[in-house]
């Protein structure tokens, strides 16, 4: 009859190839115990993957069934519980909608903190990790920027220490008016959080859009919140732990960053003075690259350095933390 076509003898072997996975019929059957013998092992280690497969989607299936049924289950039971306890309307249908956002938390981005076997790896590499996961995002932050261009060991301390990260549902309220500042906020996605200055029953002024670094102050002196940060979209933030970023910068090898904080809460001192609005958003890029050029340079640090690695800059910094704070009671 002639030889067969290419395609037909691919397309026949895949048909063959099949049919061990399935009760389906074939014409192309052994003919000889070797054959016989090969189709024998096909057809078993196909029985083990096949039953493999449909056993993990079924599994699949079951677990996404499941989750389902728990979040159908708790919605109930908050209606119940509404409805027992005759919440208002209003009330009842700002909690419900709070409690549907929040299963968008599924979908938010994995955190070190989701993965304890990282806790296992040894401080060196933690601190790679930390610095490739935060530096990008920090150094947005102007004197991060400088720190990490002169002195890249000192910006990996800082990520490896005082960092964190956080996932924010729509309407949870990162921080509030009068709250005691404890971090520096960085925005991972632009326009997903909006900043309102003032108290919240006073309307304060305009929401502002959270696209960068807000309360660097809190690095510098015990800041109160001057206003309150709201998600409006599900959205990713980094922190700076204040109290950490402390802890690091008493070491004589920041005694650059000592002289920034002095002379940054010395310009915030004098705007005040002026009868400028300070809110949580107080400063500019223009404002930080000024202090930075004469926090760095090395005339400056030649002198500061004589004068006992920063002890002064500590004691000024103390001193004008407390004076703040008293302008602000």
């Given at each position: 009859?002639?030889?067969?076509?290419s395609g037909y003898g691919y397309m026949t072997s895949f048909h063959w190839s099949l049919t061990q996975f399935t009760p389906a019929s074939m014409a192309v059957v052994p003919v000889n115990t070797t054959e016989r013998a090969f189709t024998i092992l096909v057809i078993l280690v196909a029985l083990v993957v096949f039953t493999s497969f449909v056993g993990n989607i079924t599994s699949t299936i079951a677990r996404a069934r499941e989750a389902h049924f728990a979040e159908s289950r708790?919605?109930?039971?908050l209606q119940c519980y509404i409805l027992i306890n005759r919440i208002t309307l209003d009330l009842g249908n700002r909690i419900t909608?709070?409690?549907n956002q929040g299963l968008l938390e599924q979908k938010r981005r994995v955190h070190e903190s989701d993965l304890p076997i990282l806790g296992n790896l040894p401080k060196s590499l933690k601190q790679e990790l930390r610095s490739e996961v935060f530096i990008p995002v920090v150094m947005r932050m102007p004197l991060f920027g400088a720190l990490h261009s002169r002195s890249p060991i000192n910006a990996h301390m800082i990520c490896f220490r005082a960092m964190g990260e956080i996932s924010a549902i729509p309407g949870e309220e990162l921080f509030?008016?009068?709250?005691?500042?404890k971090s520096v906020w960085f925005s991972r996605q632009p326009n997903r959080a909006h900043y309102s200055p003032g108290k919240p029953s006073s309307g304060g002024g305009e929401q502002v859009l959270f696209n960068g670094v807000m309360v660097e102050m809190a690095l510098w002196l015990q800041w109160?919140?001057?206003g309150h940060l709201v998600a409006h979209r599900?959205?990713?933030?980094?922190?700076m732990d204040a109290g950490q970023f402390h802890e690091c910068i008493t070491m004589p090898c920041f005694v650059h960053v000592q002289s920034y904080a002095v002379s940054y809460c010395r310009r915030m001192q004098e705007s005040e003075h002026f009868g400028d609005t300070i809110s949580d958003l107080w400063g500019s890029d223009a404002l930080s690259e000024e202090l930075i050029q004469g926090a760095f340079c090395t005339d400056s640090l030649m002198h500061l350095t004589k004068s006992g690695h920063g002890s002064i800059l500590l004691s000024k910094l103390s001193r004008l933390?407390?004076?703040m704070l008293s302008s602000h009671s």
């Open positions: 009859d002639g030889p067969l076509p708790q919605l109930e039971r909608s709070f409690v509030g008016y009068g709250d005691v500042a109160i919140h001057r599900l959205c990713e933030l980094v922190t933390a407390s004076d």
